[in-house]
């Protein structure tokens, strides 16, 4: 059975920093791509950044380049996203998802396994 389970979400103040990590289990991690979305209160789940399956292409969003940052321990089956100078604008539900195929991974039906998702909330 597949698990991918997001950790480190939570209220920060914008400005400052959160890191998000996704532990996966059941698959053979290292032969998935990874993403990362996020669902922002009362709109539609958006494409946020990717990671290919060894780690050597990386795929952001135009919202959070620059400021997020998509990695990979395929010894440890994590994901993670750094997330600095956070805005207000950042507050959404965040999902893990795995990819069973190459490529940038921008659209959500490509995506074969997903996390429960996790708030991050940027207050002023």
């Known amino acids: 059975q597949v698990q991918l389970v997001e950790s480190g979400g939570g209220l920060v103040q914008a400005g400052n920093s959160l890191r998000l990590s996704c532990a996966a289990s059941g698959l053979a991690f290292s032969s998935y791509g990874m993403g990362w979305f996020r669902q922002p209160p009362g709109l539609e789940r958006e494409f946020v950044a990717a990671?290919?399956?060894?780690?050597?292409?990386?795929y952001y969003a135009d919202s959070v380049k620059g400021r997020f940052t998509v990695s990979r321990d395929n010894a440890k089956n994590t994901v993670s996203l750094q997330m600095n100078s956070l805005k207000r604008e950042d507050t959404a539900v965040y999902y893990c998802?795995?990819?069973?195929?190459?490529?940038?991974?921008?659209?959500?039906?490509?995506?074969?396994?997903w996390g429960q998702g996790i708030q991050v909330t940027v207050s002023s």
């Open positions: 998802a795995a990819a069973f195929r190459r490529g940038p991974l921008y659209g959500m039906t490509e995506y074969d396994y």
């Open positions: 990671i290919s399956r060894i780690g050597g292409s990386t």
